[in-house]
């Protein structure tokens, strides 16, 4: 059964920095599509940031050009650099893995967040608190 288990949250000031880490387990995980998404208390989960098989990126408008996503297959870890930030990038974050040959991008990570309640699709993992005062 596949894990994954973010870790690399905190609290930060805005216009700082933080990097999330997303540690894979028990999968070739370079089999998977991956992605990053983030809830508020109360609210749906949303699909921020993609990467497929071949290490090409998506990314939600609200955090392009200031979130940039990366994977290292070999450690079985993906990654999530967060600069800009900004006090409404408060949030739980989550990772997302699904094993797929197929599009990877962010329709396909957005369904991930739409479907994580149901737990029938995909992977994610229990989340990292992310908190920018302002």
């Known amino acids: 059964h596949l894990h994954v288990l973010e870790s690399g949250g905190g609290s930060v000031q805005s216009g700082g920095s ?3 880490s997303c540690k894979g387990s028990q999968m070739p995980f370079d089999e998977y599509c991956l992605g990053w998404g983030r809830q508020v208390a109360g609210q749906s989960r949303e699909g921020i940031a993609g990467i497929d098989r071949n290490g090409v990126t998506t990314y939600e408008d609200s955090v392009k050009g200031r979130f940039f996503v990366s994977r290292d297959n070999g450690k079985s870890t993906m990654y999530l650099q967060m600069n800009s930030l900004k006090p ?16 990877c991008d962010m329709s396909t990570i957005q369904t991930l967040a739409l479907r994580a309640p149901r737990g029938d699709y995909g992977y994610w993992g229990q989340g990292t608190q992310v908190t920018v005062s302002s």
């Open 88 to 103: 409404e990038d408060t949030a739980t974050y989550y990772c997302a893995a699904l094993k797929t040959s197929g599009r």
């Open 18 to 20: 933080l990097t999330l």
